[in-house]
Nanobody
């Protein structure tokens, strides 16, 4: 199983960014996908989840209305579109999934929100 994130960058407050995660090694379309983040000195937190078909999503209160999770099952890819970014969104962002093979994490991608 492999999860590979991309799209992290330095962005100004109020800006937008789209993260992507490409999955391999399991039947992607069968599983819930998640995005987490970990800011310096803080615990890893769950940001967003999406069900296997993409019809149901859920968000942390801190990002609700600003972030959108989506998936393309044909491309084994999950995205996180982030808008109205704030300095407190600065973190390493991880995609993750729990499958029949276990709990899986990507290596993370750094997002820094700063002027």
């Amino acid at each position: 199983v492999q999860l590979v994130e991309s799209g992290g960058a330095l962005v100004q407050p109020g800006g937008s960014l789209r993260l992507s995660c490409v999955a391999s090694g399991f039947t992607f379309r069968n599983y819930v996908m998640r995005w987490h983040r970990q800011a310096p000195g803080k615990e890893r937190e769950l940001v967003a989840t999406i069900n296997s078909s993409g019809s149901l999503t859920n968000y942390a209160n801190s990002v609700k209305g600003r972030f959108t999770i989506s998936r393309d099952n044909a491309k084994n890819t999950v995205h996180l579109l982030k808008s109205s970014l704030k300095p407190e969104d600065t973190a390493v962002y991880y995609c993750a999934s729990t499958t029949s093979l276990g709990n899986h994490w990507g290596q993370g991608t750094q997002v820094t929100v700063s002027a």
